[in-house]
């Protein structure tokens, strides 16, 4: 199995108890494959330690610091693509960069990012 990077939109709807996300996300523990999650995404995300599901659903996870490196990739593909989600370009480097299918519910706008890395990799809508 692939190796997967969650963003935004997976991280709500598993602390919303998204049943489809819970179950995708059983599917690559049990096979071995633990999601990435880069740190921007929790800080879009994260709003209080009450989010219990959502805490739940990170202790399965990495989580990928965001280097300088990555900041500047990241920067580099929302300018070639012309968007301005940071969170987002975040996301798709990081998918480009380990070759992982992207989990996200927000298919169009990770297209277009994946599309200016130059990266061959899948999206998995939610």
Do not use: F, K
């Not at 199995?1 to 997976?10: K, Q």
């Not at 995300?45 to 500047?72: D, K």
């Amino acid at each position: 199995m692939t190796p997967a990077v969650y963003d935004a939109g997976v991280l709500v709807a598993a602390d919303r108890n998204s049943r489809a996300v819970w179950a995708g996300h059983r599917v690559r523990l049990e096979a071995g494959i633990v999601p990435v999650v880069p740190s921007p995404v929790i800080a879009q995300v994260s709003r209080s330690a009450g989010q219990v599901q959502l805490r739940r659903l990170l202790r399965g996870c990495e989580v990928a610091a965001l280097t300088g490196e990555a900041a500047h990739a990241a920067g580099y593909l929302l300018g070639r693509a012309g968007t301005s989600d940071v969170v987002d370009a975040v996301v798709a480097y990081t998918a480009a960069r380990l070759h992982a299918d992207v989990v996200s519910g927000d298919h169009a706008d990770i297209a277009r990012l994946l599309g200016a890395a130059g990266a061959d990799v899948r999206i998995i809508d939610i």
